[in-house]
């Protein structure tokens, strides 16, 4: 804290990402991350613009990226919006469509904290409708609460931390109660075996769906995410960015994402691999004696009903193992572990199956 700081600085409350530790030498299972490197056509298109053209500022509305994204899914240039990660695209989401006076957004209590840190950097007011007793989204929340009270719903589907999906159709009807209400999907980890709500774009001029190459398209390091949603809605964020940062998107952004779009095999290959180590993973889990929530991510969120989550963490952490551990109301006895490469989940179930044998808890 310093004097000069402006008043509301000193009462802001930031994200806390997962640890990035400085040194190799941790199997990263913390920030759901690939394990992949990128497609080896965006590191050859990465490399080549780094040769050419980087004294020139990029284009700031990144057509040629919107194009790919467009027909990838099939959807018109103008219904896509690309930003410097899809944390940059929600806090413009939050602040161009979801701060409107005397009335509240609503977003599960479990779920991406970083949705809390905007509403609250924005002053928008907000609800946190409870998960149910499995952790669930029940849509029925959603569906009952009124357009004079609600402007928005944001919600991960597939959940976060949590990895549990909503069907598609429970989605679309939703968006047939809330007509009057923005709702948001943030599909995040949908590459994993979720159902898209891309398809309803179309059909819906109140949905925006939030997608990111840093998970499924492995370019974390990258920084770009986007909005898809009908023109009229992302005019409005067009306005907030251009009255912010006119070049979200470097140059080697711009083209990186282009290419990771056209290696569609690669993407095929790595995603299907994640998936079929999580099913692998979630297996030994529950071996182990683990409570594994059904997943369609790339990571599973897991509890022992024997020993402590934090202490187990820490265990992990000892044996050079880094999962996520949130010290927060109903999930404190979870960790959410990030499906690595196959060898790391191995090392992932050895390590935990010792710790449970060292602490003298029987692996069931
Ligand atoms: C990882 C993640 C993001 C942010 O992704 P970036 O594009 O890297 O900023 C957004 N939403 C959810 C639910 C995430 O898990």
């Not at 690939?34 to 613009?49: G, V, Y």
Request: proline content about 5%; aromatic content about 10%.
């Amino acid at each position: 804290m310093s004097k000069f700081w402006s008043d509301f600085v000193q009462e802001l409350k930031p994200y806390v990402p997962g640890e990035q530790p400085k040194d190799g030498e941790y199997i990263k299972l913390n920030t759901n991350e690939s394990p992949f490197d990128p497609s080896p056509l965006a590191i050859d298109a990465i490399r080549q613009e780094s040769e050419e053209n980087l004294r020139l500022y990029p284009d700031p509305e990144s057509d040629k990226l919107r194009e790919m994204v467009g027909r990838y899914y099939e959807i018109p240039a103008d219904y896509v919006f690309p930003g410097n990660g899809s944390d940059e695209v929600l806090a413009h989401l939050f602040y161009s469509l979801f701060k409107h006076q005397g009335k509240k957004i609503l977003f599960p209590d479990i779920t991406y904290s970083f949705y809390r840190v905007y509403a609250k950097l924005y002053d928008i007011n907000f609800e946190a409708v409870p998960l149910n007793d499995q952790f669930e989204i029940d849509i029925n929340d959603y569906i009952r609460v009124s357009a004079d009270e609600v402007c928005g719903i944001i919600f991960p589907n597939p959940n976060a931390p949590t990895g549990i999906a909503v069907s598609l159709e429970a989605i679309e009807q939703l968006l047939q109660a809330q007509p009057n209400i923005v709702v948001a999907i943030d599909e995040a980890y949908v590459d994993f075996g979720a159902e898209s709500a891309v398809c309803l774009l179309e059909k819906y001029d109140n949905l925006i769906v939030l997608q990111t190459l840093s998970k499924s398209r492995s370019l974390a390091g990258l920084r770009v995410g986007f909005a898809l949603a009908q023109p009229h809605l992302l005019q409005a964020l067009v306005r907030v960015k251009n009255s912010f940062n006119s070049y979200p998107i470097d140059r080697l952004a711009q083209v990186g994402a282009i290419a990771a779009f056209e290696d569609d095999a690669y993407f095929e290959q790595t995603r299907q691999e994640i998936i079929s180590s999580r099913e692998y993973v979630s297996q030994e889990l529950s071996n182990l004696g683990f409570v594994v929530l059904p997943s369609k991510t790339n990571f599973v969120f897991v509890s022992h009903p024997r020993v402590d989550a934090a202490i187990l963490s820490a265990q992990l952490r000892e044996r050079l193992v880094l999962v996520r551990y949130f010290d927060q109301d109903r999930i404190s006895q979870y960790l959410r572990i990030t499906i690595g490469t196959r060898k790391q989940c191995e090392i992932l179930i050895k390590t935990l199956s010792e710790i449970l044998t060292s602490t003298n808890i029987d692996a069931e």
